[in-house]
């Protein structure tokens, strides 16, 4: 019902920045919010960022926060993550994904779809 579509991860050094994109379509319409996980080789999926699509209120993980900044287009259906400063421990696959109601931001379950994933590769 509503696909999400992840670009413009790649190699960076520490210290620098890159800014994701997820371009939703489909049943836009339903998107409450979008936000932004990852999973680090070996370890489970956490929760990194999340924007609501109305008001634009955004919530973050402590290990991004001030570094990582969530924004959305709604007129492009599109939501995007600057993440500067990048750490090693930054490293993993980036997924964007989509909730057509409130609930607790950085927990998957109330995440209903999700895109394929992009990664991103900090290196020292």
């Known amino acids: 019902q509503v696909q999400l579509v992840e670009s413009g991860g790649g190699l960076v050094q520490a210290g620098g920045s890159l800014r994701l994109s997820c371009a939703a379509s489909?049943?836009?319409?339903?998107?409450?919010?979008m936000g932004w996980f990852r999973r680090a080789p070996g370890k489970e999926r956490e929760f990194v960022a999340r924007?609501?699509?109305?008001?634009?209120?955004?919530y973050y993980a402590e290990s991004v926060k001030g570094r990582f900044t969530i924004s959305r287009d709604s007129a492009k259906n599109t939501v995007y993550l600057q993440m500067n400063s990048l750490k090693p421990e930054d490293t993993a696959v980036y997924y964007c994904a989509s909730r057509s109601g409130p609930g607790p931001a950085f927990t998957t379950t109330g995440y209903g779809y999700w895109g394929q994933g992009t990664q991103v590769t900090v290196s020292s």
């Open positions: 924007i609501t699509w109305s008001g634009g209120s955004t």
């Open positions: 489909g049943r836009t319409s339903s998107i409450y919010a």
